[in-house]
């Protein structure tokens, strides 16, 4: 059994073919999925899509490139949105520098807002980080050591130095189809350095389709490639893979329970 912990299951490429692309995902083995969202209005759709799959679950709160259209949104905004039993994280959230659709002093702003209510809520955030290492790492640091959270870095494609830093502060870090791209071999090398109980899995469909999916629309079922793949890189089985990042999935996002 394996869980994709972050999947745009609400996406226009994936919404309309829902049915099919959980069914294909499940016999493939995948059997628990995060589905993702970065604007507050999808979150009724999202809701939707939980309250038809007992098995997904679903967060709430603003991407950085949706930052300026949400410039005034508060933690407290953020905590109403909680209160349902399947929003089980807080984000998509963060900072995005390599497209800067959102000024950037916007874009910590609201940032600020997003990891206030996972100090306030418990619940994990999900961070997104692209060319904003130095800011993201001082951000989520700093309020750490005011006032404890968790979390992870979502489709981590960063420098050591950062995952080695959000370690210390106990996130996990999750690997997504990028570990099957020719061209990552430095990204393995950085997630075969992290501790298996520390680690995720994701598609981040219905982007980054890995390798041998490069062209199509990914999908969670997907995500066996990205397993298979880390197997190689951390030198254990595909089985072992499977099981601890789906232990992990449910240590970290500890508000999912699944129906007995």
């Known amino acids: 059994m394996i869980a ?7 996406s226009s490429e994936l919404y309309g073919n829902l049915d099919d692309i959980i069914k294909r ?5 995948v059997c628990y ?12 759709l999202q809701l939707n899509i939980c309250n038809k799959f007992s098995n997904i679950w679903t967060v709430t709160g603003v991407h950085p490139h949706d930052a300026l259209q949400y410039q005034n949104i508060t933690a407290e905004d953020v905590l109403k949105n909680t209160i349902h039993e399947k929003v089980v994280a807080i984000g998509e959230c963060g900072l995005d520098y390599f497209y800067d659709f959102t000024p950037r002093d916007i874009q910590i702003k609201v940032f600020k ?9 418990s619940l994990p955030l999900i961070v997104h980080t692209r060319d904003a290492e130095d800011d993201t790492l001082e951000l989520i640091t700093g309020a750490y050591h005011k ?13 050591l130095e950062l995952a080695k830093q959000a370690l210390d502060i106990g996130f996990y870090i999750s690997a997504s189809d990028m570990i099957t791209f020719k061209n990552a071999q430095n990204l393995r090398d950085n997630l075969s350095k992290i ?5 995720l899995i994701e598609t981040d469909s219905p982007y980054l389709a890995p390798v041998p999916m490069r062209g199509k629309i990914s999908e969670p079922a997907y995500v066996v490639h990205t397993a298979q793949m880390l197997a190689e890189v951390k030198g254990m089985t595909y089985e072992e893979i499977c099981l601890n990042t789906t232990k992990n999935f449910f240590t970290l996002f500890d508000k999912a329970k699944i129906d007995e």
């Open 4 to 10: 994709d912990s972050h999947c745009h299951l609400s």
């Open 25 to 29: 995902a499940q016999n493939a083995g």
């Open 33 to 44: 999925f995060l589905n993702a969202g970065g604007k507050f209005d999808e979150l009724p």
């Open 113 to 121: 807002e997003m990891i206030k209510a996972a100090q306030e809520s």
């Open 147 to 159: 006032k404890t959270f968790k979390g992870e870095i979502h489709c981590y494609s960063s420098s």
């Open 195 to 199: 501790p298996i109980d520390k680690l």
